[in-house]
């Protein structure tokens, strides 16, 4: 099984710079997007360039802002959106599947803002959001994907010091957060298969960063230790673009 997330930053405007064609390229089995900034009209009517998958779209309230989507092969899967309270609905931050052995949650975590605005929200939100993934582990093992906005090391962006508690995506209340997901037994395997290695899944449009390298890994994929011996491959796309982000995935064995 091929999984792959990707924070797309608007599927619009995605849908012109040859999205269909990486996603083709890719054949994921399943696909999970964040930040598609559109209703479930648009997502469906892109996504029907992809022939094959079953569409699931959870857009946010506010038009053209945050959501999330997920394309499964497997069209029987269940799939929902999350606990419903206000805190966790509303911004169509989250999308999960039961997959059969394990439940497959696909999210785009609220960034703290400029000026860290929403930072107070971010820790609340995080705090609900890791009860309700205890909650699903209780039960079967997950694996967890998405844009998490944050840096959780300073290998995993270009200028920690600089950016250190200043920069929303590395301020130590946002790394206590990724802390507590390790803490409740959750595995980053891109950085257990690769502990050394330094690599971006975001650069800002801004300065050339992109070119220059300079750039954060907010990207990620965590699962629980029983799916660890299954996993074949944690590449990142970094080759691969049409947004800030690059997409990362995960290749399971049977």
């Not at 892109?46 to 945050?66: N, T």
């Not at 595995?187 to 290695?197: L, N, V």
């Amino acid at each position: 099984m091929k999984i792959i997330s990707w924070n797309v930053n608007g599927i619009r405007a995605i849908s012109g710079k040859g999205f269909a064609g990486h996603i083709e390229d890719l054949d994921p089995d399943v696909l999970c997007l964040q930040e598609i900034k559109a209703d479930t009209e648009i997502v469906e009517e892109i996504a029907g360039q992809l022939p094959g998958y079953a569409v699931h779209v959870h857009p946010a309230e506010k038009k053209g802002y945050s959501g999330t989507a997920l394309l499964l092969k497997n069209a029987e899967a269940g799939v929902d959106r999350g606990p419903e309270t206000d805190l966790l609905q509303g911004e169509g931050r989250i999308l999960r599947a039961d997959l059969g052995d394990f439940n497959l949650v696909n999210t785009y975590v609220p960034n703290s803002g400029a000026n860290l605005k929403r930072l107070d929200f971010r820790e609340e939100w995080d705090a609900a959001f890791l009860e309700y993934l205890n909650g699903l582990r209780a039960h079967k093992p997950l694996v967890l994907c998405g844009d998490l906005n944050v840096a959780h090391r300073p290998i995993d962006l270009k200028n920690d010091k600089a950016n250190y508690n200043k920069t929303a995506g590395y301020t130590q209340r946002e790394i206590d957060g990724m802390d507590r997901l390790h803490q409740s037994g959750l595995i980053d395997i891109f950085r257990k298969r690769h502990p050394d290695e330094v690599a971006y899944t975001y650069w800002s449009y801004r300065f050339g960063a992109r070119k220059r390298n300079v750039g954060w890994r907010l990207d990620y994929f965590l699962i629980s230790p029983e799916l660890e011996g299954r996993v074949a491959g944690t590449p990142i796309y970094h080759n691969i673009e049409g947004s800030d982000h690059c997409p990362i995935g995960l290749e399971l064995d049977a």
